[in-house]
């Protein structure tokens, strides 16, 4: 366990999943990415989950690359893709209060467990990840959150807990205007933040590699050589609205055409429903939870990657695909669209499965519109390794800040202490 004021500054991040465990989400990413890239001036920790039968409450040293991470599961956790009767966070919150800490900084990536840590010392940033707006809104993905059902007590739990935070980042522009106005005296303190990809993992492949790749995964899937791959990866669940990309690829018509959608969920039964309803077996795999090396290499391969979501904040998964070559298409939801050029994607301003379809039909049919150039040029600004150490570096200047105010405070009571002899 860390403590905060040792000779280098410490992070403590909370969050309800283990890094060394298959887990497809934009939230575990950026976690990822700030394990990885933390520099070694940084001592890191994080309170996270366990498997069943793990051993909870202990403090152990883990190596997520070459950072040490000082790590505590507080909860055991099957499937963090599924929800539970009752919800993970509200699990992990209560686990939370057993374990007091400090640290320099704490990182959040929910509001919930910040419920505890309301008295603790040190610095606290909150990550939004989503349009907030948006997500409270039922009609637009019913049953995505709980809060839905309870949207005015939401945000009067925010009013209550936001101000004990020192910085608020958000990966969504809309997010970052929503709570400038919810909290004008909290206006400096709220900033908008890139989410990152990770350009050592996802990267494009040269020359004709990826149709080597691609015809050696259309044979392993007993397809064509000639099949064209469309990629979905996130979890099955509402606000991803796997359901509606379903509708869509019975709507595009080209059997050539196959859907690769990694990830798992809640929705797993009604899309798996939804294939045979709508006879789509032939076109579409589920490939389940896949590790981050797998996906890296579904997205060099694939032709499109597709977003069906009802509202976004800046996924990780587009990025990832821009990064990895691959052009992006996707619904009018999150940054994602504020990003894209008429070379690397498309933007559905209708969500219709209709016009979903639609636009999958034209990057396929002007494929030689879109470069690997353009994707890459697109998501040039949102690299890991400068984001994250941009993010480090100020980290740093606040904790130097601090060090040098108190030792001079120090000096200006013991030269007043003197003064008094």
Not at 191 to 204: A, K, L
Not at 281 to 305: H, K, M, Y
Not at 320 to 340: K, N, Q, W
Not at 344 to 365: F, H, K, N
């Amino acid at each position: 366990m860390m403590n905060a004021g040792q000779s280098r500054p410490s992070l403590m991040i909370f969050y309800q999943f283990d890094p060394w465990r298959s887990s497809i989400g934009g939230i575990q990413t950026v976690i990822r990415n700030f394990l990885k890239y933390a520099p070694a001036s940084f001592e890191v920790g994080m309170v996270g989950t366990g498997a069943p039968g793990d051993l909870l409450g202990q403090w152990q040293t883990r190596f997520y690359g070459t950072t040490p991470v000082q790590y505590c599961p507080i909860i055991a956790l099957e499937n963090d893709d599924v929800r539970g009767r009752i919800p993970t966070t509200l699990k992990y919150t209560a686990a939370l209060r057993r374990y007091p800490m400090a640290a320099d900084f704490f990182h959040f990536h929910r509001l919930e467990p910040s419920l505890v840590t309301r008295r603790w010392q040190g610095e606290k940033t909150w990550f939004v990840h989503n349009d907030v707006e948006k997500q409270l809104n039922p009609r637009l993905s019913p049953n995505a959150i709980l809060w839905q059902m309870l949207p005015q007590a939401y945000l009067w739990l925010e009013r209550w807990l936001v101000p004990q935070f020192d910085y608020l980042y958000s990966c969504n522009l809309s997010a970052a205007q929503f709570y400038r106005r919810r909290f004008p005296a909290l206006a400096p303190r709220i900033h908008q933040i890139y989410n990152s990809v990770d350009t050592e993992i996802f990267y494009p492949l040269e020359g004709t590699q990826a149709d080597q790749q691609r015809q050696a995964l259309a044979q392993s899937l007993g397809l064509s050589s000639q099949t064209q791959f469309l990629l979905f990866a996130g979890r099955l669940h509402p606000q991803k609205d796997p359901l509606r990309l379903l509708q869509a690829m019975a709507r595009l018509h080209r059997p050539q055409t196959h859907l690769l959608m990694a990830g798992e969920g809640e929705l797993l039964a009604q899309v798996s429903d939804q294939i045979q309803i709508l006879g789509l077996e032939a076109q579409v795999t589920l490939l389940g939870r896949v590790s981050q090396d797998r996906l890296a290499q579904l997205q060099r391969v694939s032709q499109i990657f597709v977003l069906s979501s009802a509202y976004e904040g800046l996924p990780i998964a587009a990025l990832e695909a821009l990064a990895s070559g691959t052009p992006v298409v996707t619904t009018d939801a999150g940054d994602t669209p504020r990003l894209l050029t008429a070379a690397c994607g498309r933007v559905c301003l209708d969500r219709s499965p209709e016009a979903i379809a639609q636009a999958l039909q034209d990057v396929l049919d002007h494929s030689t519109t879109f470069s690997v150039a353009a994707c890459l040029e697109a998501v040039q600004p949102y690299t890991a390794r400068s984001v994250v150490a941009q993010v480090y570096q100020q980290m740093w200047d606040r904790w130097i800040s601090r060090r040098t105010l108190g030792a001079r405070e120090g000096s200006l009571k013991k030269g007043d202490q003197g003064a008094g002899r």
